[in-house]
């Protein structure tokens, strides 16, 4: 089995110590020689200026290939293209373009007046200035707005019709759900060779099971009642490792050949994943830094 090409999402800090942290991830992470790392914005853009500062920052200090998140919510057409515009003057030509969550205590998004409509017309916008590799989300299990399943393909069409290059995908439990996915998307002809699993190591079982719900992932029964127990036993992280490691082997045995990493900037997992997988330090992180 060959090994795959991986990457890792982090997000910005927002105090001294989760600055720490952060680098923390950098550093052990780094040595896995990734394809890209990206950094993710807070919902309803609440941490717009923290990730420009974190990506100038990883980009400049680490020697990785950042790619920033990018969303529409409340800010103008002209703004979010300047920021845009920022990250290609900085040497960041990735970005993952999102629609975005609302603002906290917003039922739903709603677009700024002279802003984007959604991440179609975002997207649309990036494609034309001809300088950022564009990647975009997509949904294995029904997104919690979509009508219906095939809305999430059709949409996700549109996305890469637009103009964007790969889709990350939301994490899921069981390798079927991100098989089933790839098949409705060749079938409304997608390239399958765009999607790339998105993976969530389990640090935190409560924390990761209230994403899910909020996000849509479904969760089997078996995932629920092995964490219960593992969590009793004081075994939840080996469970994780294991769960995890198992999950990605089936991905890998599906024709799958690359990974992206969730990783919570809680890195010890992830690592230890990707070390089953036979991924193993490829350069020194001083080396690069």
């Given at each position: 089995?060959?090994?795959p090409?991986?990457?890792?999402e982090f997000?910005?800090?927002?105090?001294?110590?989760?600055?720490?942290?952060?680098?923390?991830?950098?550093?052990?992470l780094?040595?896995?020689?990734?394809?890209?790392?990206?950094?993710?914005?807070?919902?309803?853009?609440?941490?717009?200026?923290?990730?420009?500062?974190?990506?100038?920052?990883?980009?400049?200090?680490?020697g990785l290939?950042?790619?920033?998140?990018?969303?529409?919510?409340?800010?103008?057409?002209?703004?979010?293209?300047?920021?845009?515009?920022?990250?290609?003057?900085?040497g960041?030509?990735?970005?993952?373009a999102?629609?975005?969550?609302?603002?906290?205590?917003e039922?739903?998004?709603?677009?700024?007046?002279?802003?984007f409509?959604?991440?179609v017309?975002?997207?649309?916008?990036?494609?034309?200035?001809?300088?950022?590799t564009?990647?975009?989300?997509?949904?294995?299990d029904?997104?919690?707005?979509?009508?219906?399943?095939?809305?999430?393909?059709?949409?996700?069409?549109?996305?890469?019709?637009?103009?964007?290059?790969?889709?990350?995908?939301?994490?899921?439990?069981?390798?079927?759900?991100f098989f089933?996915?790839?098949?409705?998307?060749?079938k409304a002809?997608?390239?399958?060779?765009k999607?790339?699993?998105?993976?969530?190591?389990?640090e935190?079982?409560?924390?990761?099971?209230n994403f899910?719900?909020?996000?849509?992932?479904?969760?089997?029964?078996w995932?629920?009642e092995?964490?219960?127990?593992?969590?009793?036993?004081?075994?939840?992280?080996?469970?994780?490792?294991?769960?995890?490691?198992?999950?990605?082997?089936?991905?890998?045995?599906g024709?799958?050949?690359?990974?992206?990493?969730y990783?919570?900037?809680?890195?010890e997992?992830?690592?230890d994943?990707?070390?089953?997988?036979?991924?193993?330090?490829?350069?020194?992180f001083?080396?690069?830094a």
């Amino acid at each position: 089995m060959k090994t795959p090409d991986i990457s890792f999402e982090f997000f910005p800090p927002q105090s001294l110590e989760a600055s720490f942290r952060l680098w923390d991830t950098v550093q052990t992470l780094a040595p896995l020689d990734p394809r890209f790392v990206s950094v993710t914005y807070g919902a309803g853009g609440t941490t717009r200026d923290l990730t420009r500062d974190a990506v100038a920052t990883l980009h400049k200090s680490s020697g990785l290939n950042v790619a920033a998140h990018l969303t529409c919510v409340q800010a103008t057409k002209a703004e979010t293209l300047e920021i845009a515009d920022r990250f290609a003057e900085a040497g960041v030509n990735e970005i993952v373009a999102l629609r975005g969550d609302p603002p906290k205590g917003e039922g739903q998004f709603t677009p700024h007046p002279e802003g984007f409509a959604n991440s179609v017309e975002l997207i649309e916008a990036l494609a034309e200035t001809g300088k950022f590799t564009i990647r975009v989300g997509a949904y294995p299990d029904q997104h919690p707005e979509a009508a219906t399943a095939q809305a999430d393909v059709d949409w996700l069409k549109r996305k890469l019709d637009a103009g964007a290059d790969e889709a990350l995908t939301q994490f899921f439990f069981e390798a079927e759900t991100f098989f089933r996915f790839r098949d409705a998307c060749e079938k409304a002809g997608i390239d399958g060779s765009k999607l790339t699993p998105g993976i969530l190591p389990i640090e935190n079982w409560k924390g990761a099971r209230n994403f899910a719900r909020r996000c849509g992932t479904k969760i089997p029964a078996w995932v629920e009642e092995a964490f219960e127990k593992a969590l009793r036993d004081d075994r939840a992280d080996l469970l994780a490792t294991a769960m995890c490691s198992e999950l990605c082997t089936e991905l890998l045995e599906g024709g799958v050949d690359k990974l992206h990493f969730y990783t919570l900037n809680r890195p010890e997992l992830t690592r230890d994943v990707c070390f089953a997988l036979g991924i193993t330090p490829k350069v020194s992180f001083e080396n690069v830094a």
